[in-house]
């Protein structure tokens, strides 16, 4: 089993329903994807997302399932697109994001530390409205289509000079780096 | 100054950071421009930061995303693990190894035979010195 990483964010499906009553011996079951650290937060995002949608909470309502979803082919290389909806300081927006990556949950991992470095906005005011893997003919961004290329062939310019294990570091060196490769 | 080594597929890389140190890995694809999927029989198919690796200057002639079989063969056709094992740095490596492999038996002979070459070295320096006065 390949090591799928150590993401923060996992994607759960969770299945719930209204509880049934009189009136509505079998309501409708409703399903959805969403991204949390844990199954409970998951569990806790569901009834946050279906309670903007259907008149159901959870203390009317109950959990019918709550199932982890993992990556289908996690040694594949894939342009995932993730829609965004996020709360700045000043408004609210939508945004489309690009990503290359193994899996999906990586990607998401890749958004939430993004929207955070470039527009300082946290995980808690970020709304993944949607997903998808996009293929190579449908991607829109320029940084993910310079990696669409068979024959890519690049230099890495800069020797990284460290030691091979952290308890090789020494505080003092008898000579300055040098990054030159060769 | 033109590079020679570029991360490519097919590029044949050493890893010289983390757990896997010192593995020899294959570069089958590029994932973006930290990240590369990497391969090799026996090995499992996995992810690897550019960071972490050192690019060698070999390259086998395989496709994007190869099978197993396919990058097997491709290493075997070109003889890659021997080459890499004869150039320099893989006989540099095979020293550092063989080194951290010496018992303490294994230094004491060294040093007995070093004592041993100084003292032959030094009695011919000093004839040599002897008869030059």
Not at chain 1, 52 to 67: M, P
Not at chain 1, 96 to 119: C, P, W
Not at chain 2, 53 to 65: E, M, P, S
Not at chain 2, 72 to 78: H, I, M, V, Y
């Amino acid at each position: 089993m390949v090591m799928q990483g150590a993401f923060k964010f996992h994607q759960y499906q969770v299945v719930g329903r209204h509880l049934p009553t009189a009136t509505d011996a079998n309501p409708t079951v409703y399903r959805m994807k969403v991204w949390a650290e844990d199954d409970t937060k998951a569990k806790s995002k569901f009834w946050y997302f279906l309670r903007k949608l259907r008149r159901v909470k959870k203390a009317n309502g109950q959990i019918v399932s709550c199932n982890e979803i993992f990556e289908r082919k996690p040694t594949l290389a894939k342009n995932y697109g993730v829609w965004v909806r996020y709360g700045s300081r000043t408004g609210v927006h939508n945004m489309y994001k690009e990503y290359r990556d193994v899996t999906l949950n990586g990607a998401v991992g890749q958004m939430y530390q993004e929207m955070a470095s470039r527009h300082r906005v946290r995980p808690s005011s970020i709304q993944i409205i949607k997903t998808a893997t996009v293929d190579y003919h449908s991607c829109k961004r320029a940084n993910t289509k310079q990696f669409h290329n068979e024959k890519i062939q690049f230099p890495i310019t800069h020797r990284l000079c460290r030691p091979s294990a952290p308890e090789f570091r020494t505080l003092y060196k008898a000579n300055r780096p040098n990054v030159a490769m060769y | 100054m033109p590079f020679k080594r570029y991360v490519e597929i097919g590029r044949v890389a050493l890893i010289n950071y983390g757990p896997e140190f010192g593995k020899l890995v294959v570069i089958t694809d590029v994932i973006d421009q930290n990240r590369a999927l990497v391969d090799f029989p026996e090995q499992e198919r996995r992810v690897v930061n550019f960071k972490r690796l050192a690019l060698t200057d070999f390259k086998v002639d395989i496709k994007r995303h190869a099978a197993k079989k396919d990058l097997s063969k491709a290493l075997a056709d070109a003889d890659v693990i021997a080459k890499f094992k004869a150039s320099s740095w893989g006989q540099k490596l095979a020293r550092q190894a063989a080194k951290a492999a010496t018992t303490d038996f294994d230094r004491y002979k060294a040093a007995v035979a070093k004592a041993k070459k100084a003292r032959v070295v030094r009695k011919a320096v000093n004839a040599l010195k002897k008869s030059a006065k």
